[in-house]
């Protein structure tokens, strides 16, 4: 069964910086460019974060000094059905809207062996159908939610 994720909108707000940032995605194809140091891979890192990836942590610390919320928007197909699914994230709190559950709100993710982000890791491999499993000391365990981004989920230290 295959699974797809499109991203809809992504919205950035600081109340104390009174800044903001909104970017809606096309449907079909988005070309991010710059020059070096001009942000594009801080954009993919806060996407990952704000579904509640935290690899990334250190590289945003400046962004995420200034108490920012994010909101992103996308819409998951399954079985040729699509629904809205929405991630909203401050900080260490993490609020998911899928339409087939309540919203689910979990405190003290920033951590990645919280007992929070276990949960949610596990929340995740279920609203995206992720069941690839990886082999280590001799058992079958399921992999990571970050490797259901490889090969996008590369970190720059590595290179492009």
Not at 96 to 114: A, D, E, Q, V, W
Request: with cysteine; glycine share 4%; hydrophobic share 40%.
């Amino acid at each position: 069964m295959n699974t797809l994720l499109q991203f809809d909108s992504f919205f950035a707000y600081s109340e104390s910086k009174n800044k903001y940032f909104y970017n809606k995605f096309h449907p079909t194809i988005n070309i991010i460019h710059g020059p070096n140091t001009s942000g594009k891979s801080t954009f993919f890192q806060l996407l990952l974060y704000t579904i509640g990836i935290n690899d990334n942590n250190e590289q945003l610390s400046d962004i995420l000094k200034e108490d920012i919320i994010f909101r992103l928007d996308c819409t998951i197909t399954q079985n040729n059905e699509s629904r809205s699914l929405i991630f909203i994230r401050e900080n260490d709190l993490l609020i998911i809207k899928h339409p087939t559950m309540p919203p689910l709100r979990l405190n003290g993710i920033s951590s990645n062996n919280s007992a929070e982000h276990i949960k949610l890791k596990d929340i995740l491999h279920k609203i995206f159908k992720f069941n690839l499993y990886l082999e280590s000391k001799g058992e079958y365990k399921p992999a990571p939610i970050e490797a259901m981004f490889l090969p996008f989920y590369i970190a720059q230290s590595v290179g492009w």
